[in-house]
């Protein structure tokens, strides 16, 4: 009996302490309802994604800077080729979801910052999410894989080994920028990689720069996404995004 008062009373408390009394609906929002997404098999892209490269075919959704036409090796795989320059997708996005595959060599050629370079860039090529074979290899830990490049230090080193297919899941919310351009509010960046999370949420500084401290200067809501040709003939497959809408 005393127990049952005293749950009584507690249960009270608690509707004093809203200062009224709630019933269980008042704090069900049924305003919006999800869309519904059929996920793919494994890896495979869901239904709302857009492909940016499952095989041959995608090679024309990317081009250089310059304009030009895709130099990299464009096969089941898409892989760097040394000197021809950094690639980009000629869609522009903003708020995404990405996947995107990469397989740094098997053979293990230089080091640190030397083997297995590329990088995944936002918005041009201003945010960038490290991609190198940091299996066993030191470098600075912020420019490791999975780093935002020389913000973030990952909170893990999910590295697989070189030659081995790897995956990472990117949530990237796009700055947003005020009538005058000054900042609104900041990018930020989640990064799964191999399924563990190695970046949650981190709010980025600014572009990620090789030299100097960030900051962030006007730029459109929507650019291409771009991949790096550090000189290493690192591969990529399966590239999807889904356009988000973060606001
Ligand atoms: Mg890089």
Same mark, same amino acid.
Request: aromatic share 10%; proline share 5%; with cysteine.
């Given at each position: 009996?005393?127990?049952? =008062?005293?749950?009584?009373?507690?249960?009270?408390?608690?509707?004093?302490?809203?200062?009224?009394?709630?019933?269980?609906?008042?704090?069900?929002?049924?305003?919006?309802?999800?869309?519904?997404?059929?996920?793919?098999?494994?890896?495979?892209?869901?239904?709302?994604?857009?492909?940016?490269?499952?095989?041959?075919?995608?090679?024309?959704?990317?081009?250089?800077?310059?304009?030009?036409?895709?130099?990299? %090796?464009?096969?089941?795989?898409?892989?760097?080729?040394?000197?021809?320059? #950094?690639?980009?997708?000629?869609?522009?996005?903003?708020?995404?979801?990405?996947? =995107?595959?990469?397989?740094?060599?098997? %053979?293990?050629?230089?080091?640190?910052?030397?083997?297995?370079?590329?990088?995944?860039?936002?918005?041009?090529?201003?945010?960038?999410?490290?991609?190198?074979?940091?299996?066993?290899?030191?470098?600075?830990?912020?420019?490791?894989?999975?780093?935002?490049?020389?913000?973030?230090?990952?909170?893990?080193?999910?590295?697989?080994?070189?030659?081995?297919?790897?995956?990472?899941?990117?949530?990237?919310?796009?700055?947003?920028?005020?009538?005058?351009?000054?900042?609104?509010?900041?990018?930020?960046?989640?990064?799964?990689?191999?399924?563990?999370?190695?970046?949650?949420?981190?709010?980025?500084?600014?572009?990620?720069? #090789? =030299?100097?401290?960030?900051?962030?200067?006007?730029?459109?809501?929507?650019?291409?996404?771009?991949?790096?040709?550090?000189?290493?003939?690192?591969?990529?497959?399966?590239?999807?995004?889904?356009?988000?809408?973060?606001?």
């Amino acid at each position: 009996m005393k127990k049952i =008062i005293l749950l009584a009373t507690l249960a009270l408390a608690g509707q004093w302490a809203f200062g009224q009394k709630m019933k269980p609906q008042d704090t069900e929002d049924w305003s919006r309802v999800p869309e519904v997404v059929t996920p793919g098999k494994r890896t495979n892209a869901p239904s709302d994604a857009v492909m940016l490269y499952g095989g041959r075919k995608d090679a024309a959704k990317w081009e250089h800077d310059n304009g030009d036409a895709l130099k990299w %090796k464009a096969k089941r795989a898409l892989t760097v080729k040394k000197g021809t320059g #950094y690639i980009r997708t000629k869609q522009g996005f903003g708020d995404v979801q990405l996947h =995107i595959e990469w397989r740094a060599p098997r %053979k293990v050629v230089g080091e640190g910052q030397g083997r297995g370079n590329s990088g995944v860039f936002f918005m041009g090529g201003l945010y960038e999410v490290q991609i190198l074979d940091s299996y066993n290899n030191k470098t600075y830990s912020n420019g490791q894989a999975s780093s935002v490049y020389k913000q973030f230090v990952p909170l893990a080193n999910a590295c697989k080994k070189p030659g081995k297919w790897q995956a990472y899941d990117i949530i990237f919310q796009a700055p947003r920028f005020n009538e005058d351009k000054t900042l609104k509010s900041p990018a930020y960046i989640t990064v799964i990689h191999n399924g563990v999370l190695v970046q949650n949420h981190v709010e980025l500084k600014g572009p990620t720069l #090789y =030299i100097g401290k960030p900051e962030y200067k006007y730029h459109a809501d929507k650019l291409p996404i771009k991949l790096q040709d550090h000189g290493n003939p690192v591969s990529f497959r399966n590239i999807w995004v889904r356009e988000l809408n973060l606001d």
